[in-house]
């Protein structure tokens, strides 16, 4: 069965957002709502946002002052039914732990009228730091969802080989996740 909405993922600098293009794709599997994917600066280098705009019905990056009066932080918040962040740096969940407002993304968490869902993406050594973990946890006592990542095989961009540690949630699971949400 479909479901639709409006759904926004903020999209951080993780080598993983790569691979977000199969996530969309796998969604469209089941949902026939509007999927816009905003992304910070440094998502953007990783994969430049022309290509996600293949992939999805609009991108936003926030660099651009000229599209500022449509594509802000509150009119966001307003036009969409879920905020999902996949993938989720250590950086961006620590900003919005404390509620720091450093990019669109975050400033977005922090417009947003309902709780958010992030998707931590890091190697094991970054994700088992306790700065990490008390971000997650600071999140959570706010009332945001933290998928904690599966432990497993993955490609790290960073290493170039293949290691074992926290892995991103596979396509499938992210579309279960937003169903969840916005059925
Ligand atoms: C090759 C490479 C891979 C990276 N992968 C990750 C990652 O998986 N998770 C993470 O938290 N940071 C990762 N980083 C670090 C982030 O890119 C960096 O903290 C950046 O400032 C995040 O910015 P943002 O949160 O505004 O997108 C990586 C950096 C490089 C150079």
Do not use: C
């Not at 440094?42 to 946002?49: G, V």
């Amino acid at each position: 069965m479909t479901f639709g909405g409006n759904l926004l993922i903020g999209a951080s600098g993780s080598g993983a957002v790569a691979f977000l293009p199969m996530f969309l794709s796998a969604l469209r599997t089941e949902f026939s709502g509007s999927v816009t994917v905003l992304m910070t600066h440094s998502a953007t280098t990783f994969l430049p946002a022309s290509t996600m705009g293949l992939f999805a019905d609009r991108v936003v990056t926030g660099g651009d002052p000229t599209t500022w009066a449509r594509s802000n932080h509150v009119t966001l918040a307003e036009e969409h039914d879920l905020f999902v962040v996949l993938p989720a740096t250590a950086n961006t969940l620590a900003a919005a732990a404390i509620g720091g407002a450093p990019n669109l993304l975050t400033t977005t968490v922090l417009e947003f009228p309902t709780p958010v869902v992030f998707f931590p993406v890091m190697s094991a050594q970054m994700w088992a730091k306790p700065s990490v973990q008390r971000n997650a946890a600071l999140l959570r006592e706010d009332g945001h969802e933290i998928v904690n990542p599966a432990v497993g095989p993955r490609y790290d961009v960073a290493l170039g080989r293949f290691v074992t540690g926290p892995t991103p949630p596979t396509p499938p699971q992210f579309v279960s996740k937003v169903a969840e949400r916005l059925r």
